[in-house]
């Protein structure tokens, strides 16, 4: 009996990506001739349409070859969620990721591809970005990100390492079951689990179109991971909030002392300053903080899915169902 081809699912997920659309369908194209004369695997792709306004999906539905589906998404409900969407659609033996946007290369897809089977022993490669970019300051700041994320649980979340990675299906399927509503990605991966391999690569540069990534979104995107996976920071201020306390009373026990014993006149008026400034700017601080953490929680009360499904173009051969 001739053995099954091992079958792979390729998720990608665009926003507005109709100038590389064309190209990426290419490298679709040729990324599934190779994994099928190299590996003797069967291809399916699976684009993720996360609210796209501009002519990507008429692009693609016309360059898309083989057998492919285009889960078109209410709106837009951003990268973390698109990638979900794609991966609840996969059922094959392995499941890669990629971007729309040229940044991810056939060569590097071949050798993730390449690398999962070469070792039954390990579930997941990811692709650990190499690129050196932004400021000296800003590398310091994702160190330090990280350092603190992970200072505090039972797994680390790799610095450096997106959504670009190869898993087995069963992997693919254990993430699927994690349906956090604010979604930080990188740490879900670690939080699942399972046997992990990097492999370095270096983005290549956009094929065209913009990065959907501005500095405020990413600020914005630190804090999910921050509340979605570290109780840290609440320490850190906790920790602050008992050290000013403790500075305070010494500070009072020394003016009882001074007014007491020395008869000194304690210049009132700049230390009251002071004490209700620092309490204040700490207080507010806090309360944004823990603001920042109901608001996780209420969206997890609130059970809201998290994304919609418009509907699902699709086309060539063995179109799933359903
Ligand atoms: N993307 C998406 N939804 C979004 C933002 C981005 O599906 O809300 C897609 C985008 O089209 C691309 C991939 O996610 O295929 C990576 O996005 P981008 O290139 O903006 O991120 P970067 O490469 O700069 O990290
Ligand atoms: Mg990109």
Known sequence: MPERRQTLDIVAPFLNEAETAQAFAQLLDRLEAEAARRFGLKTRKILVDDGSND????????????????????????????????????????????????????????????????????????ARNDRREGSWRRSQLARLFYRLINSSQRFDIPENAGDFRIMRGSVARAFTRLRDKRRFNKGLYAWAGFRHRALTYSPAKRGGGTSKWSRWNLIAFSLEGFTSFSVVPLRIVSLCGLALAIAGGLYGVKVFFEVIFFGIAVP???????????????????????????????????????????????????????
């Open 55 to 126: 002519d990507s999906v008429r692009r693609f539905s016309q360059s898309l070859a083989g057998s492919w589906e285009i889960v078109r998404l209410s709106r837009n409900f951003g990268k973390e969620a698109a990638v979900l969407a794609g991966l609840d659609r996969a059922d094959a033996d392995l499941v890669l990721i990629m971007d729309a946007d040229l940044q991810h290369s056939l060569d590097t897809g071949m050798a993730l591809i390449a690398e999962l089977l070469a070792d039954p022993d390990i579930d997941v490669v990811y």
């Open 268 to 322: 009132g008026y700049p230390s009251l300053l002071m004490a209700v400034v620092i309490l204040g700017g700490f207080n507010l601080a806090l309360l944004g903080l823990i603001g920042e953490y109901v608001w996780v929680a209420l969206s997890e009360s609130k059970d809201r899915p998290v994304y919609i499904v418009r509907d699902i173009v699709g086309g060539g051969a063995d179109k799933p169902e359903g």
